[in-house]
């Protein structure tokens, strides 16, 4: 189920050529992963799945009490993968390297997992009764859960997505203050005009190596 989850994240990030392994963090933390070359577009349908050659994958791992919460897995999954696309910029992260895990988190949203990334931060399971429920299924996160949903405003606002789209997926204790964010986001227009204007190319386009 882990890898069918992953599979899918992969796929949705436009990542589903790069080399990775999965790890059950039960069986012992992989060791960090060395940077990897991408041949091809760097994300989307035309990267190059490496073949015929040694390579050494990206190690994932995941603990498997988040197969009990799939968004929770899904949040962690995106955040890990946008660790490893943002490992290969040629620039350090805005504000300095103290701020990557903050970037990283930054990084999956807008790689298309905003939704999933606000509505699993700080998610506690609320304990009825000690028999019937088992421990808490919750990811660490660097952004409290109103940044991330602001982000998540940005993000929708750039892609044109309407808030009522959004409002629908996103966990109801969020949803006031993203109507706030929303509305304050779309009158930032000179601000929304140079994040278009220093956007990269399309994922289909987009070329890159570590």
Not at 19 to 26: E, R, S
Not at 177 to 199: C, D, G, H, P
Request: hydrophobic share 40%.
């Amino acid at each position: 189920m882990a890898n069918l989850i992953f599979s899918q994240v992969k796929e949705y990030a436009g990542l589903k050529h790069w080399p990775t392994k999965l790890t059950n963090m039960a069986e012992g933390r992989p060791v960090e992963s060395p940077k990897i070359e991408i041949k091809g577009a760097l994300r989307g349908s035309k990267g190059i799945m490496p073949t015929g050659e040694v390579f050494h994958p990206l190690h994932i791992a995941y603990n498997p009490d988040q197969l009990r919460d799939s968004e929770v897995l899904i949040a962690d999954f995106a955040h890990a993968l946008g660790h490893y696309l943002g490992s290969m910029s040629q620039e350090p992260p805005p504000g300095g390297v103290e701020n990557w895990p903050h970037i990283t988190e930054v990084v999956a949203v807008f790689m298309g997992f905003g939704l999933m990334m606000a509505n699993s931060a700080h998610t506690v399971k609320i304990r009825s009764c000690g028999s019937c429920s088992g421990p808490a299924v919750e990811r660490s996160n660097a952004l409290s859960q109103y940044d991330i949903t602001y982000a998540l405003a940005i993000f929708s606002c750039l892609k044109e997505i309407p808030t009522r789209d959004v409002l629908v997926y996103l966990k109801k204790s969020l949803r006031p203050f993203y109507k706030k964010a929303a509305k304050e986001v779309v009158n930032k227009t000179n601000e929304l005009n140079r994040i278009r204007a220093n956007s990269l190319p399309t994922i289909e386009h987009a070329q890159g190596t570590s």
